[in-house]
């Protein structure tokens, strides 16, 4: 669930920097690019802190970016 989160977050997070280089920062369409990370984050923090809890430690990730998609490693 973690890994589909953090996808999630960095494909929005394109969609989103190319929207603003395209139409501007102040477009519609990057607000609400914005609010839905914003909102995927706070879930994966929920998770993060669950896992704290429980004494599992979080897994590390990186990013590869290839034309639109999120690779992790």
């Known amino acids: 669930m ?7 977050i ?3 997070r394109q969609r989103m920097v190319n929207i603003g ?3 501007g920062l102040d ?4 607000l609400e690019y914005s609010i839905q990370i914003d909102q995927l984050h706070n879930e994966l ?9 429980a004494g599992n430690r979080k897994k590390q ?3 590869y970016l290839l034309e639109n ?3 992790f490693a």
């Open 2 to 8: 973690r890994d589909v989160l953090l996808e999630q």
């Open 10 to 12: 960095e494909l929005l």
């Open 21 to 23: 280089l395209e139409f």
């Open 27 to 30: 477009h519609p369409e990057v």
């Open 45 to 53: 923090n929920q998770i993060d802190h669950n896992l704290s809890k």
């Open 61 to 63: 990730y990186r990013f």
């Open 69 to 71: 998609k999120a690779f």
